[in-house]
């Protein structure tokens, strides 16, 4: 049974900073891309950052120079490093594994974490 368990979120005011993390079972975790995503209220669910099994990562432009992901193999989790937060970065953020080999697709997500960015 496969398991993505975030934690991290909470509430936290303009400029500060927060780190999200992801627990993963189930899965051989370091063949895995991982990914963070987001979903505000009334809004589409929406890419934050990715780290591919081999390392490389990706952001939204949003979030590029504020936020850092970084993946620990050894514990099968991965991290979302996140600065000078903003309003506009609360969502829910959820956790994803991803993997493709041949013709099948392998996606399973967390239940997500709630990031509130207020003063």
């Known amino acids: 049974q496969v398991q993505l368990v975030e934690s991290g979120g909470g509430l936290v005011q303009p400029g500060g900073s927060l780190r999200l993390s992801c627990a993963a079972s189930?899965?051989?975790?370091?063949?895995?891309?991982m990914g963070w995503y987001r979903q505000a209220p009334g809004e589409q669910r929406e890419l934050v950052a990715t780290?591919?099994?081999?390392?490389?990562?990706n952001y939204a432009d949003s979030v590029k120079g504020r936020f850092t992901i970084s993946r620990d193999n050894a514990k099968n989790t991965v991290y979302l490093q996140m600065f000078s937060l903003k309003p506009e970065d609360t969502a829910v953020y959820y956790c994803?594994?991803?993997?493709?080999?041949?013709?099948?697709?392998?996606?399973?997500w967390g239940q997500g974490t709630q990031v509130t960015v207020s003063s």
């Open positions: 994803n594994a991803h993997r493709v080999r041949f013709d099948l697709e392998y996606d399973y």
């Open positions: 780290i591919v099994s081999g390392g490389r990562t």
């Open positions: 189930g899965i051989i975790f370091g063949i895995y891309d």
